[in-house]
């Protein structure tokens, strides 16, 4: 069975600089995609990047960025030039490839804080 | 296009009572899959729908708990005789697929409160 796992249950950055968040996970397939979350107190689950398993090329999305490294199952999300607003709880998801169901596997989330 | 709706957002309901929360999907949208998130915890996959199939039903308690996605309506989570552990946050997600570049939309959420 895939699992996720984020090994950093908290995360604190100071606006304006740059935070790493960690993310490995486990699967014998491969064909697969990665995604994080971010859920704001509001609780809505709001999809930041999103990285399909086949392609070499890291994911950005503006501030965001992923360091994808497939052998070692790993898949860390940056965040350049924090705001206020990125104060969330992160979350990695994974997602079977061909054949799949379409659900998702979280890991426990990241609760980042942002410091003025 | 409204985005996934859900309702109630909170719901309080005592020991042995009945729970119901309700999703709607995206306009479109014929994949309907439910999650649950506990206190500190990421979102558990539950159950998986299709317009009148339950397509994989395997994190979903056997007993107490059940789920429908009729042809015309929302879809239903149903928890009955709810005890003190099923408080959490219920989300529902909608897609138009599977595949991987099938965006799961999520709704707000119901949280469920057992007093």
């Known amino acids: 069975a895939q699992t996720v796992t984020q090994s950093q249950p908290e995360m604190s950055v100071q606006e304006a600089e740059t935070v790493t968040l960690s993310c490995t996970y486990d699967?014998?397939?491969?064909?697969?995609?990665l995604f994080w979350y971010k859920q704001p107190p509001s609780r809505q689950m709001i999809l930041v990047i999103r990285?399909?398993?086949?392609?070499?090329q890291n994911a950005t999305e503006n501030r965001f960025s992923v360091n994808f490294q497939k052998a070692a199952k790993s898949f860390s999300l940056k965040i350049s030039d924090s705001q206020l607003g990125d104060a969330a709880m992160y979350f990695c998801a994974y997602k079977r490839g061909g054949g799949s169901q379409g659900n998702l596997i979280f890991g426990k989330g990241t609760k980042l804080s942002v410091k003025p | 296009n409204a985005g996934v709706m859900q309702n109630p957002r909170h719901l309080v309901r005592r020991r042995g009572q009945e729970a119901r929360l309700r999703c709607s999907p995206m306009k479109g949208h014929s994949h309907v899959y439910w999650y649950r998130q506990l206190p500190e915890e990421g979102l558990k996959f539950m159950v998986y729908?299709?317009?009148?199939?339950?397509?994989?039903e395997s994190g979903m308690p056997k007993e107490r708990f059940s789920a429908e996605f009729p042809k015309e309506g929302p879809s239903i989570l149903r928890i009955q005789q709810v005890v003190r552990g099923d408080s959490a946050a219920y989300f529902c997600a909608s897609s138009g697929g599977t595949g991987g570049r099938s965006e799961a939309f999520f709704g707000q959420g119901t949280r469920l409160t057992v007093v």
């Open positions: 699967t014998s397939e491969s064909d697969y995609y």
């Open positions: 729908l299709q317009k009148e199939n339950i397509i994989d």
């Open positions: 990285q399909e398993a086949y392609k070499q």
